[in-house]
């Protein structure tokens, strides 16, 4: 079984201050871990990914995030954060063998004020 | 380029009308799935297909069926649109490794008036 929780639905931060999105999963595998943006009236596109390979990952748009194994967490940072980040952010699950692979969380809103 | 597409992207029909919600994927991956999003942003998968003739229900009932008849097209069908059926509807797709992540369409906003 796997599952993904995303800490606050709604985080509110200043135009170039940190973004911090929290994501912790669980899974009985050693899990494949994505990061998905969502603009207003869009499809959910791909911001980055962790799957196996080295525990830092850097996305798009200067996200990255980091895989730790010992927290089951994959939170996504920006140091900057910048207008346009405005948007909905969804952290999801992977590594089951079977059909339907991906669990993903409830999403968070992210503002930025300026 | 290698794309998803969903079509309408925004419409708005009255009670009773039967509406067909295409999805159509040109980069010949295996499996399929439509995702409800109600304002709540949550993703609820009601139908995913991992090859053709291939379909099965997903987390949350639907009224809706959907077809796999070709590899690349995954219509999401309603017989009798309803006010309750109002919501974003997103189609994804993704290759015979899932774990490598989907690739979403930009949705079908629906309303029932």
């Known amino acids: 079984a796997q599952s993904v929780t995303q800490l606050g639905s709604h985080v509110s931060v200043s135009e170039g201050a940190l973004v911090l999105l929290r994501c912790n999963y669980s899974?009985?595998?050693?899990?494949?871990l994505f990061w998905y943006v969502q603009y207003p009236n869009q499809g959910l596109q791909l911001l980055l990914k962790?799957?196996?390979?080295?525990?830092l990952v850097k996305g798009i748009n200067g996200f990255e995030a980091e895989f730790k194994k010992s927290e089951t967490s994959f939170h996504l940072t920006k140091p900057s954060a910048h207008m346009s980040d405005a948007a909905e952010y969804f952290c999801?699950?992977?590594?089951?063998?079977?059909?339907?692979?991906?669990?993903f969380g409830s999403g968070t809103r992210l503002q930025v004020q300026p | 380029e290698a794309d998803i597409y969903q079509t309408p992207r925004y419409l708005v029909i009255g009670t009773g009308k039967k509406i067909t919600l295409e999805c159509s994927q040109t980069?010949?991956?295996?499996?399929m799935y439509w995702y409800q999003q109600d304002p709540g942003m949550e993703l609820h998968l009601i139908h995913y297909?991992?090859?053709?003739?291939?379909?099965e229900k997903g987390d949350l009932s639907s009224e809706s069926t959907v077809s796999r008849i070709r590899t690349e097209h995954f219509p999401l069908t309603l017989e009798s649109a309803r006010p309750s059926h109002t919501s974003q509807y997103l189609c994804?797709?993704?290759?015979?490794?899932?774990?490598?992540?989907?690739?979403f369409g930009s949705g079908t906003r629906l309303t029932v008036v």
């Open positions: 899974s009985s595998v050693p899990p494949y």
């Open positions: 999801a699950v992977g590594g089951n063998t079977g059909r339907r692979a991906l669990t």
């Open positions: 962790y799957t196996s390979a080295a525990t």
């Open positions: 994804a797709s993704s290759g015979r490794d899932s774990n490598y992540g989907y690739t």
């Open positions: 297909s991992y090859g053709v003739n291939s379909t």
């Open positions: 980069m010949g991956h295996d499996k």
